[in-house]
């Protein structure tokens, strides 16, 4: 069994865990992505974006165009952005789309789509980046999952169909490489303040009684920033977190684990 070495954060300002090492982050271009590449890039990271849209990603990170419904297109993508890192050592499979509705809602094409982009896509990246992550001396995956997967929510049947397939994934992905000394792990965000929220929001009748329905689902009261999902992705991600693999870290502002009364007396 290959053993992963521990590694002594560095740096006045901050951690350097991932100096010299070498991520990839599906979904880079927006939210959640977008703020875990820059944070693993500013902990020392050479970071490329794989998007359906990179315009937007801007120095030092790399952006490459590809969309990862599409192997041969993944497969063009990895390469090239191995080739130029130079290596790689983190794959974070956080690219994903939303449904909405009851399972009575979506066709069979809209069944077949999602699930296309959030389970299959995430198999293709890490088959397209498995052989890299081999070489590695500290590879690790962190999938975007979510709350949907460990919790039951009205009118997301097909989108937490596929969220729990991505926990089950990780759960299988983390025991056939382990003795490869590859880690695998996921997040499970509630509902995190990303352009993506913002998108649907803005489609509700009322997006400001919607956003403070959203808010008081969560016993924090709030929304989940991108931030503290980033900081989440980066610690599974870590050198620092070398003995963790094959599980979920919920960052949900207590959503999944709580269960409180209403306000009041106790
Ligand atoms: N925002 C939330 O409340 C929330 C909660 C739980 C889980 N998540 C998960 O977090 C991940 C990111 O969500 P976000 O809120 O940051 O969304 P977002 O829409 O802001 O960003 C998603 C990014 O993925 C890219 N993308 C979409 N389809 C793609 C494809 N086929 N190929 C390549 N790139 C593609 C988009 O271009 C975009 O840049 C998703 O997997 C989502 O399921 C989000």
Redesign the pocket.
């Known amino acids: 069994m290959r053993q992963q070495s521990y590694r002594k954060p560095e740096g006045e300002d901050g951690v350097s865990d991932f100096e010299g090492l070498k991520a990839l982050v599906?979904?880079?271009?927006?939210?959640?992505?977008?703020v875990t590449a820059r944070l693993l890039a500013e902990r020392g990271a050479r970071v490329a974006v794989?998007?359906?849209?990179p315009s937007g990603v801007e120095k030092p990170l790399l952006g490459y165009r590809?969309?990862?419904?599409?192997d041969a297109c993944v497969r063009e993508a990895v390469a090239a952005a191995v080739a130029e890192l130079g290596g790689l050592d983190v794959l974070v499979n956080?690219?994903?789309?939303?449904a909405l509705g009851t399972v009575e809602d979506n066709d069979d094409a809209e069944w077949h789509r999602v699930l296309d982009?959030?389970v299959v896509?995430m198999v293709r990246t890490s088959r397209a980046a498995l052989p890299h992550l081999r070489r590695s001396s500290h590879a690790a995956v962190v999938n975007?999952?979510?709350?949907?997967a460990t919790a039951g929510l009205p009118q997301r049947a097909l989108?937490s169909a596929?969220?729990g397939a991505?926990y089950s994934l990780t759960l299988a992905m983390a025991a056939d490489h382990v003795r490869e000394g590859i880690r695998v792990n996921c997040?499970?965000?509630?509902?995190?303040?990303?352009?993506?929220?913002g998108?649907l929001l803005g489609a509700s009748d009322d997006p400001a009684a919607e956003r403070a329905a959203l808010e008081a689902r969560q016993p924090t009261g709030r929304?989940?920033s991108?931030a503290e999902?980033a900081g989440a992705i980066a610690y599974l991600a870590s050198p620092l977190s070398g003995a963790t693999t094959g599980t979920s870290l919920a960052v949900d502002g207590g959503m999944q684990g709580l269960r409180l009364r209403p306000e009041g007396p106790r």
Do not use: F, H, M, Q
């Open positions: 599906t979904g880079g271009a927006s939210g959640i992505g977008r794989l998007d359906l849209d590809a969309d990862v419904g599409d956080n690219a994903g789309i939303g982009v959030n896509g975007t999952c979510s709350i949907a989108y596929t969220k991505v997040v499970n965000p509630g509902t995190a303040d990303t352009p993506w929220v998108r929304l989940v991108a999902v």
